[in-house]
């Protein structure tokens, strides 16, 4: 039990945010704080997991990435194409054709990048690789990435009650795992099935199985084409304990998807902060 005056001391680094480029966000006062869970949700194929990746690449601190829904080859070769700049194809083509020694230097930079390529983690095996990272580094992961929170091993789910339950069950599991390692812990989730197109704003309701209960932020995902064969990502903040929200997904910051290297945009600098 401590008093207001013994909490300053024992915080440590919870609350601090993770550095991150999303200017339009920051303009709706979203952070990504330590010793917090945030649930990033989209349909399938709308860009949640580059949304994921680029900020993991792009904040540049201890991050260990489970990534069951994505393989080693995809996620190589993405994130080298948005910390370099280059063309994802060329350098997917260049990774296949084992002609990767150029890249060799700036992937070893990213040294404290950690990545799990389980189709179906266990939490035993995620608690085991937090303990190896601490083991190796000395220290917990600032960012923690869950890519996709329900390919998560937790047993059989025998009905639709008993799924909702135990996502419940997880999201508090992993609510827990940000306070005990102050890490920012970062899931993704999907939509119901009105919204699985992703071509129109998200509501908090649009979460799948209802569970946004427990994170301190949610951000809905959804997608336009922009006739420059590109695509636009539309973030929602629907839920927000830190500062503004919009659970109708309404309000939102928008990125051009740069199709080459992957990388988020910002479309307009020039919007003013939320008042």
């Given at each position: 039990?401590?008093?207001l005056?013994?909490?300053?001391d024992?915080?440590g680094?919870a609350?601090?945010p993770?550095?991150?480029?999303?200017k339009?966000l920051?303009r709706?006062?979203v952070?990504?704080?330590r010793?917090?869970?945030?649930?990033?949700v989209a349909?399938?194929g709308?860009?949640?997991?580059?949304?994921?990746?680029?900020?993991?690449?792009?904040?540049n601190?201890?991050?260990l990435?489970?990534?069951?829904?994505?393989?080693?080859?995809?996620q190589?070769?993405?994130a080298?194409?948005?910390?370099?700049?280059?063309?994802?194809?060329?350098?997917?083509s260049?990774l296949i054709?084992?002609n990767?020694?150029e890249y060799?230097k700036v992937?070893?930079?990213r040294?404290?990048?950690?990545?799990?390529?389980?189709?179906?983690p266990?939490?035993?095996e995620?608690?085991?690789?937090?303990l190896?990272y601490?083991?190796?580094?000395g220290c917990?992961p600032?960012?923690?990435v869950m890519?996709?929170?329900?390919n998560v091993?937790?047993?059989?789910?025998g009905d639709?009650?008993?799924?909702?339950f135990?996502?419940?069950?997880?999201?508090?599991?992993?609510?827990e795992m940000?306070?005990?390692?102050?890490?920012h812990v970062?899931g993704?989730h999907?939509?119901t099935?009105?919204?699985?197109?992703?071509?129109?704003?998200?509501?908090?309701s649009g979460v799948?199985g209802q569970?946004?209960?427990?994170?301190a932020?949610v951000?809905?995902?959804h997608?336009?084409?922009d006739g420059?064969?590109?695509?636009?990502?539309?973030?929602?903040?629907?839920k927000?304990?830190?500062g503004f929200?919009?659970?109708s997904g309404n309000t939102f910051?928008s990125f051009?998807?740069?199709?080459s290297?992957l990388?988020?945009?910002e479309?307009?600098?020039?919007l003013p902060?939320?008042?």
């Open positions: 039990m401590y008093s005056a013994q909490s300053v024992i915080r680094e609350g601090e993770i550095p991150h480029t999303f339009s920051k709706l006062e952070e990504f704080r010793a917090e869970l945030s649930l990033v349909g399938p709308t860009g949640k997991s580059l949304f994921a990746l680029f900020l993991a690449m792009s904040a601190v201890p991050v990435y489970f990534s069951a829904d994505s393989s080693a080859a995809t190589v070769a993405r080298t194409a948005m910390v370099t700049g280059d063309d994802a194809k060329k350098v997917k260049a054709e084992g990767f020694t060799a992937l070893g930079a040294w404290w990048t950690r990545f799990n390529f389980s189709a179906r266990s939490q035993r995620i608690e085991l690789h937090l190896c601490l083991e190796v580094y917990n600032y960012l923690i890519d996709n929170v329900t091993d937790t047993g059989a789910v639709a009650e008993s799924y909702t135990g996502l419940e069950g997880l999201f508090e599991y992993f609510s940000a306070r005990e390692t102050n890490a970062l993704l999907h939509v099935g009105p919204h699985s197109d992703g071509i129109t704003p998200i509501p908090l799948k569970v946004h209960r427990i994170p932020l951000l809905t995902i997608k336009e084409l420059l064969n590109s695509r636009i990502l539309n973030v929602s903040p629907v927000n304990r830190e929200e919009d659970s910051a051009r998807l740069n199709r290297n990388r988020l945009e479309i307009d600098e020039e902060a939320y008042v």
